[in-house]
């Protein structure tokens, strides 16, 4: 093995560049991954752009990772040389904050940001902290268990969390990168689902995914769609316009719940009206632990969830990363090293799983 690897780069803000770095040897606590695969997610732009809180430049973004686990850091007796792990957003608490004496550890104060305060997946290899790593199953590739660590374990953690029932009417707006595993999840968990999209070309994507309906809001009131459907339970919006995302709250049922995952940089655009009289309630929902992370992973095997992602080398992450900002990923771009992020599967699972899938 050499004593350098490959990784991608924000030197300054918006330019993504390839540079040759020494492995790091993981610190007391740490652990040393051989990337597989690293999906390209949208709040990625915060690193790009040199926008995140707290951000330093040069960083190298990327927080949807899978890999091999090749160091071990002192103290470091979980994991095992040789398994493989993902690394989500949220990477590791502080341990010490109010919100972590209170058990609330995605919420941490100073948490440890992948690719935001320590070099994220966007490599062949990445250090990450031991306690903010999830294992990941056999029965996933390493590309397709990527994207299921920020845009899966969000989407899935957002509607798990939100007191739903079974046949409750639940709209996720936005068919992207999360937008398109809100529908899975919110289909497989039992919900009449709703897909709320820009434009025709998504509506038989969005109902492959399991959407029952389809609301092109360039076409029609998305809101007065979701009345007469009798009002949604909950809306999961995952778009990134504030000014698109804060009128639909006219579309949820009374007590109906607007649970924003999407980032807009825009603010959002907010009538009192349907949040008093109806008693509806808007929140935010941040992506989840690694143990989140598990689960994800879990119920995505469980019910055969699967991203649908477009794999590119990493030498080509500029040009994928600027896929995904033009909105023209179907649905999430994701960074392979060598060959290794298609495999993953155990040999049995391999043999049982082709012949049902057709696709390697
Ligand atoms: N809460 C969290 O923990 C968390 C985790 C990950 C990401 N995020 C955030 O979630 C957002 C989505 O991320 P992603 O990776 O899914 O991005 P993405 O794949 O680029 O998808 C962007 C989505 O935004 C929608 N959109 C873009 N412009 C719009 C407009 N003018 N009006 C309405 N909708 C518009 C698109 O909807 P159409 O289907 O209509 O094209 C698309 O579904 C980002 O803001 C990201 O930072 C949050
Ligand atoms: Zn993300
Ligand atoms: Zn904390």
């Not at 990168?177 to 919110?186: E, K, N, S, T």
């Not at 825009?266 to 009206?273: G, I, P, S, T, V």
């Not at 008693?279 to 632990?289: A, K, N, P, V």
Request: glycine share 14%; charged share 20%.
């Amino acid at each position: 093995m050499g004593k350098t690897y490959k990784a991608v780069e924000v030197s300054a803000p918006g330019s993504l560049r390839i540079v040759e770095r020494t492995i790091p040897e993981p610190g007391p606590g740490q652990v040393r991954i051989r990337v597989e695969a690293c999906g390209i997610c949208h709040t990625d732009a915060a690193t790009v752009m040199g926008a995140y809180p707290g951000l330093t430049l040069p960083r190298v973004p990327g927080h949807e990772v899978v890999g091999r686990l090749e160091a071990l850091g002192a103290g470091v007796s979980k994991w095992k040389i040789g398994q493989r792990v993902g690394v989500g957003l949220i990477a590791g608490e502080d341990g010490v904050c109010e919100s972590c004496r209170r058990g609330d550890i995605v919420n941490c104060k100073s948490p440890v940001v992948s690719g935001v305060t320590m070099d994220g997946g966007y490599a062949e290899v990445m250090v990450a902290e031991a306690r903010g790593i999830s294992s990941v199953p056999d029965e996933l590739t390493s590309a397709e268990a990527a994207p299921l660590l920020c845009a899966g374990i969000t989407t899935y953690n957002a509607l798990r969390n939100a007191g739903l029932r079974g046949g409750d009417l639940v709209a996720v707006q936005g068919v992207g990168g999360l937008g398109h595993l809100g529908i899975q999840f919110a289909r497989h968990m039992g919900f009449r689902t709703v897909a709320i999209g820009r434009g025709r070309d998504k509506e038989k994507l969005a109902k492959d995914l399991g959407a029952h309906v389809y609301i092109d809001t360039t076409a029609e009131d998305a809101n007065a769609a979701l009345q007469r459907m009798g009002g949604a339970r909950a809306i999961l919006a995952t778009g990134t316009s504030g000014d698109a995302m804060g009128t639909l709250v006219s579309g949820l049922a009374a007590r109906g719940k607007f649970i924003v995952v999407g980032v807009p940089q825009d603010e959002l655009r907010l009538n009192a009206f349907p949040l008093v009289f109806g008693g509806r309630s808007i929140y935010g929902s941040l992506t989840g632990t690694p143990i989140d992370g598990e689960d994800t992973l879990a119920f995505s095997v469980l019910e055969n969830i699967r991203p649908m992602i477009e794999t590119v080398p990493l030498e080509q992450a500029a040009d994928a990363y600027a896929r995904m900002m033009q909105g023209k990923a179907r649905f999430r771009m994701v960074l392979v090293m060598g060959q290794y992020g298609l495999f993953g599967r155990s040999a049995e699972v391999e043999a049982a799983w082709l012949p049902h899938q057709g696709q390697p």
